[in-house]
């Protein structure tokens, strides 16, 4: 699976738009874009992802560049209970991955009151 | 529906000790995963399974066993115990490689 590359940390107001940034360089064509969060040592929560188009869910928006190199998970109204760990992970589609997600370090997003 | 459930939430060995962690999962996944989280790191793979009676090596699995005989069951067995394996143990599902994981919340270990 590709290498991804997320900033250790960033900061938003509550109320604001969250937007985290996920550098993919090395992503190849059947590889999906995963967006993981954690709160607090819970275990791993799921978002979104997403292969070539954009997407969008109850929780999140996923812009993936035309391109593929690079891609910004969007939380639309941040609140303090978005503060996470979010982890942008590259998985290949179907016919292979079958050893799960590896895991970087991730962004720490700290929502400010 | 309990989703992915961790047993126990949390124990404390002395070295040497053996113990079995057990996840289950009620979601008819073929897909079963066992990980480890150090403070300040991400999640490292352990073992995991594609499938009841299957399972294999992930990136860290010297020092630990798992099992797989049901379906809904996968075990993870620490037969003697290190303080290296003082950690927070996740377990995950999925349907297939192209689908989400679901992940469980965790068992905290200490071996003293």
């Known amino acids: 699976d590709a290498k991804t590359t997320q900033p250790p940390s960033m900061d938003c107001a509550e109320g604001r738009a969250a937007n985290l940034p996920c550098n993919h360089s090395t992503i190849s064509g059947n590889e999906y874009v995963y967006w993981y969060r954690q709160i607090h040592s819970q275990g791993p929560q799921y978002i979104i992802h997403g292969l070539k188009n954009n997407e969008t869910n109850e929780m999140a928006s996923l812009i993936i560049t035309e391109d593929r190199k690079s891609s910004t998970l969007i939380l639309p109204h941040a609140t303090l209970r978005d503060t996470a760990v979010y982890y942008c992970?590259?998985?290949?589609?179907?016919?292979?991955?079958?050893?799960?997600?590896?895991f970087g370090k991730g962004t720490h997003l700290i929502i400010q009151p | 529906n309990a989703g992915v459930t961790q047993t126990p939430k949390f124990r404390v060995l002395k070295t040497g000790q053996s113990m079995t962690l057990l996840c289950a999962q009620d979601m008819n996944h073929e897909y079963m995963y066992w990980y480890r989280q150090d403070p300040g790191m991400g999640l490292r793979l352990i073992h995991y399974?594609?499938?009841?009676?299957?399972?294999a090596k992930g990136e860290v699995p010297d020092g630990y066993n798992v099992s797989r005989l049901k379906k809904q069951n996968f075990l993870l067995g620490l037969e003697s115990a290190a303080p290296s394996q003082t950690s927070v143990y996740f377990c995950?599902?999925?349907?297939?490689?192209?689908?989400?994981?679901?992940f469980g919340n965790g068992t905290r270990l200490t071996v003293t």
């Open positions: 992970i590259v998985r290949v589609a179907s016919g292979g991955g079958a050893d799960g997600l590896t």
């Open positions: 399974s594609v499938g009841e009676g299957t399972t």
């Open positions: 995950a599902s999925g349907r297939g490689t192209s689908s989400p994981l679901h």
